[in-house]
């Protein structure tokens, strides 16, 4: 869908908005407003605008940027610390999250070359990029796999999240195009100060967090029986329940056993779902049905799983996406050797 650009002189950025928005953003004199035509952005879409079409943003600005939310309060807010990350971001992408659905304590043991891909864009979301080319435009990249692909800088509002940041109970759909998520995971974990096994499993997590479930599958297959504890067919686990098969994934987390990933996890879920504002009524249905012994029953929460994906929307969804998500962040923080 084409992105409409105005002629101005040369401002800094160029940031784009809905129409419904536009006449409400507060911006600097550095940044000049347009209109985003948001007729594919409604929520729960998975697809995202191409830049084939959009004029260079070379001829008008240094850098642009866009965001499907129609709340101008929430966009002014965005706009803020945009503006004043790009100032020491240089020529690096950026993403600022409308909500952060990471704790506090959890987010400081994930290693920042992972940061740009444990958190799941969504369109009211605020992107932006450096100058554009000519040639990445005529390429029909799409805007999403364009800033992921370049490893950005992200930072999150303090608010929050909504039930769309969390994976799905079942596969889900992915929104990005495999070879650019690979091409991110790929860089990220080069840095990564551990083994070539755990770098593997960190692979694996990253593509189950986005959607990948078969390409998540043929890593941990590899793997399968290795590492004391088995870190592998944890992520194996996991993925057998989102797929779904509730008899295959109790198979592989029998054959895991007790993981100090688990343990962790259980000692933190409460106080990680409360950090997250999760309601009474999930708070209670975790702390009564998927902790024994201060640990994460895997077994429990397979059940929970079957029971969100016969009731989308339910506390037993939002409980399952919430604890899911937490159980992925958990897993590749051990995965990557950081945990405590």
Request: glycine share 2%.
């Given at each position: 869908m084409p992105i409409l650009l105005e002629n101005q002189k040369?401002?800094?950025?160029?940031?784009?908005?809905?129409?419904?928005i536009r006449s409400s953003i507060n911006?600097?004199?550095?940044?000049t407003v347009s209109s985003l035509n948001t007729t594919e952005l409604g929520e729960g879409k998975t697809t995202w605008p191409a830049l084939q079409g959009?004029?260079?943003?070379?001829?008008?600005?240094n850098g642009i940027a866009f965001t499907g939310n129609e709340d101008a309060q929430a966009v002014n807010a965005m706009l803020k610390l945009l503006i004043d990350q790009v100032k020491d971001a240089g020529q690096s992408s950026?993403?600022?999250f409308s909500e952060e659905p990471i704790p506090a304590s959890l987010l400081s043991q994930l290693p920042q070359s992972l940061r740009s891909l444990i958190?799941?864009?969504l369109h009211h979301d605020l992107f932006y990029l450096p100058t554009v080319s000519g040639d990445l435009i005529a390429s029909k990249s799409g805007l999403l796999d364009v800033v992921v692909r370049n490893s950005p800088v992200c930072r999150a509002m303090p608010n929050a999240p909504s039930q769309e940041r969390f994976p799905l109970a079942g596969p889900g759909q992915a929104f990005i195009k495999r070879d650019s998520l690979m091409a991110a995971i790929d860089n990220a974990v080069q840095s990564l100060e551990t083994d070539q096994r755990n770098k593997r499993c960190v692979e694996s997590g990253l593509l189950l967090m986005w959607d990948f479930l078969d390409d998540s599958h043929e890593i941990s297959q590899t793997m399968e029986g290795k590492g004391s504890p088995r870190t592998a067919d944890y992520w194996h686990?996991?993925?057998h329940r989102r797929e779904p098969d509730a008899g295959n994934a109790s198979?592989?987390?029998?054959r895991v056993g007790p993981h100090p990933a688990m343990d962790h996890l259980g000692t933190?879920?409460?106080?990680?779902?409360?950090?997250?504002?999760a309601s009474p009524e999930m708070l209670q249905l975790a702390e009564s049905r998927l902790l024994k012994n201060k640990s994460l029953d895997p077994f429990a929460l397979i059940e929970l799983s079957t029971a969100a994906l016969r009731n989308p929307g339910s506390v037993a969804d939002q409980t399952l996406r919430m604890v899911q998500y937490l159980e992925i962040l958990n897993l590749l923080v051990w995965s990557c050797g950081n945990a405590e």
């Open positions: 040369d401002p800094s950025m160029q940031l784009l908005v809905p129409q419904s911006a600097a004199d550095s940044v959009l004029k260079s943003s070379s001829e008008h600005s950026i993403i600022v958190r799941r864009p686990g996991i993925m198979y592989w987390f029998r933190q879920l409460i106080a990680w779902m409360s950090e997250l504002k």
